[in-house]
């Protein structure tokens, strides 16, 4: 069983900046023996989409609205996963939440709000 809590959301105008962090806990060999962590976001009327994500190798990817804008990254001392949003639009408002997948399971935390507006 793995625990999932993110925070850092809130409001912030167009252009700015913010870093999602998201706390994993119930693993007892640490967060670097999660085979993949991954960072969404789903906006009112909209499907949950796929922002970074970050293999236990160290691969990394984000999806190509935010590549250039957004980094994925992960503590392992702190079995923290970060996710640093710079220039920020309107349209990355949403509810950003952390996902992690073992091998048996796939985990979701509560999600976080993030609100970008002037």
């Known amino acids: 069983q793995v625990r999932l809590v993110e925070s850092g959301g809130g409001l912030v105008q167009p252009g700015g900046s913010l870093r999602l962090s998201c706390a994993a806990s119930?693993?007892?060999?640490?967060?670097?023996?999660?085979?993949?962590m991954a960072w969404y976001r789903q906006a009112p009327g909209n499907e949950r989409e796929l922002v970074a994500d970050?293999?236990?190798?160290?691969?990394?990817n984000c999806a190509d609205s935010v590549k250039g804008r957004f980094t994925i990254s992960k503590d392992n001392a702190k079995n923290t996963v970060y996710l640093q949003m710079n220039s920020l639009k309107p349209e990355d408002t949403a509810v950003y939440y952390c996902?992690?997948?073992?091998?048996?399971?796939?985990?979701w935390g509560q999600g976080t709000q993030v609100t970008v507006s002037s």
């Open positions: 119930g693993r007892p060999s640490g967060l670097n023996t999660i085979p993949y």
């Open positions: 970050s293999t236990s190798d160290g691969v990394t």
């Open positions: 996902y992690a997948r073992t091998m048996v399971s796939g985990y």
